[in-house]
C-alpha cells in the first residue's frame, strides 16, 4: 500500500524557514510527479504549492516563487519543501500527494 508521511512542520515566526519532508514507501518518488497542497483553515480550498516531475521540471504557485523550493532526495526516497521568508498567510495544513495517493499532512503556523 502506497504511503506517503509528511514532517516538519511546526510554529515559526514571520521570516523564519521551515524544511518539510515527504517520505514515500511502495513507490519510487523520482518515477511520478510528486507536488506539495496547502489547505488555510476556515474551510478554504486546498491550492497546489509546487510540483516536481521526474524529469526534474518543478512547477511553482506565483505566492512562493523565490520562497520555497522542492527537492526530493532519490537515495532517501523522499521529496522536500524548503520555506524561506515565511509568512502569516503561509499558514495552512501542507500535504504532498504523488501516484494518487495523499499523506495526512503537518501544520505549519507562521505567527510571532
Known amino acids: 500500500q502506497v504511503q506517503l508521511v509528511e514532517s516538519g512542520g511546526g510554529l515559526v515566526q514571520p521570516g523564519g524557514s521551515l524544511r518539510l519532508s515527504c517520505a514515500a514507501s511502495?513507490?519510487?518518488?523520482?518515477?511520478?510527479?510528486m507536488g506539495w497542497y496547502r489547505q488555510a483553515p476556515a474551510g478554504r480550498q486546498r491550492e497546489l504549492v509546487a510540483?516536481?516531475?521526474?524529469?526534474?521540471?518543478?512547477y511553482y504557485a506565483d505566492f512562493v516563487k523565490g520562497r520555497f523550493s522542492i527537492s526530493r532526495d532519490n537515495a532517501k526516497n523522499t521529496v522536500y519543501l524548503q520555506m524561506n521568508s515565511l509568512k502569516p498567510e503561509d499558514t495552512a495544513v501542507y500535504s504532498c500527494?504523488?501516484?494518487?495517493?495523499w499523506g495526512r499532512g503537518t501544520q505549519v503556523t507562521v505567527s510571532s
Open positions: 500527494d504523488g501516484a494518487g495517493t
Open positions: 511502495e513507490i519510487i518518488v523520482s518515477r511520478y510527479a
Open positions: 510540483r516536481l516531475f521526474p524529469d526534474g521540471t518543478m
